[in-house]
């Protein structure tokens, strides 16, 4: 149960990037990711008798987690190579449909994520020049061993901001299997058949 949580988690790499993101800093991104997975861990312990509740998971999943996810950039690389070959509606009809899934499957499981502490990432001194960064936090629970969590971040060279794409945790990275299950579909199929499977992903939950 446990690593279903910890992957779960990374499905904020895919939630919708739909609010305007001023209240922490993004400048650097071993800073973001130390202080977005704290501020989550935290406030999901501190409403663990309420976190049951839809609103108050949704509450937390809005103001924690979506202003600091990419999830235009997470949805088309799942699109992958047949990017080229769809529309600009295919592709933002896919990437809100990937987004609504992404946070409703999020929300199935954030109730059980209650007992849990974040170690933060090092953050190294000086310039940091690179445009993808992976940042390595752990997991504790007492009494267990800590779990490895590796956020994966992007730089928009426009902005200067960072903002995460993906999370790999006990070395599976969740954007590499939505990869491996959607992107086929796409290909062989279109846009509105791996939406279609999104949707009947969700109503299993």
């Known amino acids: 149960m446990f690593k279903k949580i910890l992957l779960s988690i990374v499905s904020l790499v895919f939630t919708l990037n739909c609010f305007a993101a001023d209240t922490m800093d993004m400048s650097n991104p071993y800073v973001l990711a130390n202080a977005v997975a704290t501020k989550t861990v935290s406030d999901i312990k501190a409403n663990k008798d309420k976190i049951s509740d839809k609103s108050v998971a949704m509450d937390i999943i809005e103001r924690d987690l979506i202003p600091y996810i990419d999830i235009k950039y997470a949805a088309y690389k799942v699109i992958g190579t047949s990017l080229k070959s769809t529309s600009a509606q295919d592709r933002e009809k896919f990437t809100k449909a990937f987004a609504t899934y992404m946070q409703k499957n999020l929300m199935s499981v954030l109730s059980k994520y209650t007992n849990q502490d974040i170690v933060p990432a090092a953050v190294p001194a000086g310039e940091i020049k ?68 999104l949707q009947e992903i969700e109503q299993k939950k």
């Open 130 to 197: 690179d445009k993808l960064v992976s940042v390595k936090l752990y997991i504790r629970e007492e009494g267990k061993k800590d779990l490895e969590l590796i956020l994966k971040l992007r730089k928009n060279e426009k902005t200067g901001e960072w903002k995460a794409f993906d999370l790999i945790g006990e070395n599976i990275s969740m954007l590499d299997a939505k990869i491996s299950e959607l992107s086929p579909i796409i290909k062989n199929s279109g846009i509105d058949a791996a939406i279609a499977k």
